[in-house]
């Protein structure tokens, strides 16, 4: 079966046939996923809902002169049976998507599913360090394309996320994700929703990628392999 995205392949100027494209294509954010990338400068001070972390007074270090979050504190806050370990309903309850309605329990799931090591379905402090590093990135990638800080994105703010990720794709495509992902039937993307749709299209895409030897934008794959690719993503 053959596949051809949309033209020069999966992002950037079109590179040689056979040459890899790139470093940072694939639709990856900033820095890559779980790495600290530098906030934008027009959020850098802001006051704003804070889309990923834990709502005001919930999860905040209590010593003010501390310059970090103190993850530990915010841990056992998030920790409400005292297990050691954040379940997936204990995450969901914990994080905000600026729009005071559940986290989106899909977003929670694949997010413990990422950072699970130990596969035991929850995630131990360590474990969370990472998730919460993760979920800070991905905040400050949201409000950078989040121009009227409505607490969610548009087709066109998506569209300007995805294309900075490397990802060049159509205007039907775009609106294909939006009417995906827009749980709220109201024609954008909230911080959550944002989330799955980038981690879903990373997932997609490297499955295409490992088959597409060559770098050259088409794949030859069989039934069952197509099948795998899309059902090995769960949203």
Not at 45 to 68: F, I, L, N, T, V
Not at 141 to 150: E, G, K, P, Q
Not at 191 to 199: A, G, K, L, T, Y
Request: proline share 10%; glycine share 10%; net charge neutral.
């Amino acid at each position: 079966m053959a596949y051809q995205p949309p033209p020069h392949g999966y992002g950037a100027p079109p590179p040689q046939y056979g040459q890899p494209p790139p470093a940072g294509q694939y639709g990856q954010p900033p820095q890559g996923y779980g790495q600290a990338a530098p906030p934008p400068q027009a959020y850098g001070q802001q006051q704003q809902q804070p889309y990923g972390q834990p709502p005001q007074g919930y999860g905040q270090a209590p010593p003010p002169q501390q310059q970090g979050p103190n993850l530990q504190y915010i841990f056992q806050q998030v920790d409400r049976d005292r297990s050691g370990q954040i379940t997936i309903n204990e995450l969901q309850q914990a994080l905000s998507n600026g729009s005071w309605k559940p986290f989106n329990p899909e977003t929670v799931r694949l997010m413990i599913g990422m950072f699970d090591h130990d596969h035991t379905g929850t995630i131990g402090f360590h474990e969370f360090s990472g998730l919460w590093k993760y979920v800070t990135d991905w905040q400050n990638t949201f409000r950078t394309y989040d121009r009227d800080n409505s607490g969610s994105i548009d087709k066109n703010e998506l569209k300007n996320a995805l294309t900075s990720f490397g990802y060049r794709l159509s205007d039907r495509f775009f609106t294909m994700l939006v009417r995906k992902f827009d749980r709220s039937n109201r024609g954008t993307i909230a911080f959550d929703d944002f989330i799955q749709c980038c981690v879903v299209l990373q997932t997609l895409t490297n499955s295409f990628r490992k088959h597409d030897t060559q770098q050259s934008g088409w794949i030859n794959v069989s039934y069952e392999d197509f099948l795998t690719m899309v059902f090995s993503v769960r949203a």
